[in-house]
């Protein structure tokens, strides 16, 4: 059995969805690797490469055919991302962030809001945000200060936000903002479209990782948004803000997939070829044993992530699988990447193999979209007997 036999064999995946992962493979190998090494060293953002990806169907995948989608689900979509995330995990974030929008729109939007918003997105013609951090609103998201106040037809909006993935190139933004008293009911959700008069982009976050994807300080001074972009009702920002943190958590496993499925590849080809005291080092169990343990984590991995999606394709329930999926993903990335850079010894940390690439990619992703501990702490709650 070959590697890729080892790490893919598609038993799970219908005809429909290996179709789509391998076009999004092939993209991703034939558009997106040539231009890695410089962009991800220069920091530069193509919109050109999620346009294409438009092109092929792949940034709308779970999208309801009616407004530009593909019409499946999240089985579909976790592939593309992990493929895109194979190669750069910098596009895979981007196409998730895109993702958001849609999502949230298709789900809470009205029937104006959809039809004008969801099939730019859909189709790469725009690109998406999502953005709800500030500095005093992480983990405890319902503390927002940012403000949005009725005015006539408008709502205007102070205050600043960050960590906004993408927002400099941003055409759809979803933002929260507080519109009532404190806490969750009093957040709302607003549609903010690139060039609003009062939105400003602060500082540029200088990143470990990650730095095609451009994560962003959102200044907004008096900015004038449309009364009619409010999602759904006042108050309801929260529950709308939640439900995209569900869906993100299950892409980024999905990214997290990518990157680990590539460390492994680099690791076992270095071990195949590198000869020490006369046999390559994978015959050495100090080495085989760590590539065979990483192989059985990311197997593993996979298939929690398949069934976190396959439970919102459902329409079940799927909160607390897609905390699992995020948390045990992400953890495997990180092990799994750190061992790779291990096994190419001082060539992993050089910047001559990707191996450190994935490593530092990897980090983040325990970290965003609800840090590991959190999602650790939400599964923990479930275990407690119901009153």
């Excluded at 530009?68 to 998730?96: D, N, P, T, W």
């Excluded at 104006?112 to 500030?134: K, M, T, V």
């Excluded at 953890?331 to 990447?337: E, G, R, S, W, Y």
């Excluded at 193999?353 to 939400?378: D, H, S």
Aim: proline share 3%.
């Amino acid at each position: 059995m070959s590697l890729n036999e080892l790490l893919y064999d598609g038993v799970f995946e219908t005809e429909a969805q290996q179709e789509v992962r391998s076009l999004a493979r092939k993209y991703a190998k034939d558009r997106v690797l040539p231009l890695i090494e410089h962009d991800e060293l220069h920091g530069v953002f193509r919109p050109e490469i999620i346009k294409g990806l438009g092109e092929l169907g792949l940034t709308g995948v779970s999208i309801d055919e009616k407004y530009g989608g593909a019409g499946l689900g999240s089985q579909e979509y976790i592939g593309v991302i992990e493929e895109i995330a194979a190669v750069s995990a910098s596009y895979a974030i981007s196409i998730a962030v895109t993702g958001l929008p849609q999502m949230i729109l298709q789900t809470y939007g009205n029937d104006q809001q959809r039809n004008h918003y969801i099939p730019r997105l859909a189709s790469g013609d725009a690109i998406g945000a999502f953005s709800l951090s500030e500095a005093s609103s992480g983990s405890d998201a319902a503390s927002l200060r940012t403000v949005a106040v009725r005015d006539g037809q408008d709502y205007v909006i102070n205050g600043t936000k960050l960590w906004t993935t993408q927002a400099d190139s941003a055409d759809v933004m979803i933002l929260m903002a507080r519109t009532g008293g404190p806490g969750a009911k009093g957040v709302s959700a607003f549609i903010l479209e690139k060039n609003t008069p009062g939105i400003t982009m602060g500082k540029r976050e200088k990143k470990m990782g990650l730095h095609i994807s451009h994560t962003m300080e959102v200044v907004l001074e008096n900015a004038r948004v449309p009364a009619k972009n409010l999602i759904g009702k006042e108050g309801s920002g929260m529950k709308v803000a939640l439900s995209a943190l569900d869906s993100g958590r299950i892409t980024i496993a999905a990214t997290a997939l990518g990157i680990a499925r590539s460390a492994i590849e680099v690791a076992t080809h270095h071990a195949q070829i590198r000869e020490q005291f006369g046999k390559p080092i994978l015959e050495f169990q100090g080495v085989g044993f760590i590539l065979a343990d990483l192989c059985n984590a990311y197997a593993s991995a996979k298939l929690i992530v398949q069934r976190a999606a396959a439970l919102r394709d459902l329409g079940k329930p799927y909160s607390l699988a897609a905390a699992q999926a995020k948390t045990v993903a992400t953890d495997m990335a990180m092990k799994v990447t750190t061992d790779a850079v291990q096994i190419l010894g001082g060539s992993g940390y050089t910047q001559d193999f990707p191996a450190e690439r994935f490593m530092r990619e990897a980090k983040v992703l325990q970290i965003v979209e609800g840090t590991n501990q959190i999602q650790r702490l939400v599964i923990a709650r479930s275990l407690k007997p119901k009153a």
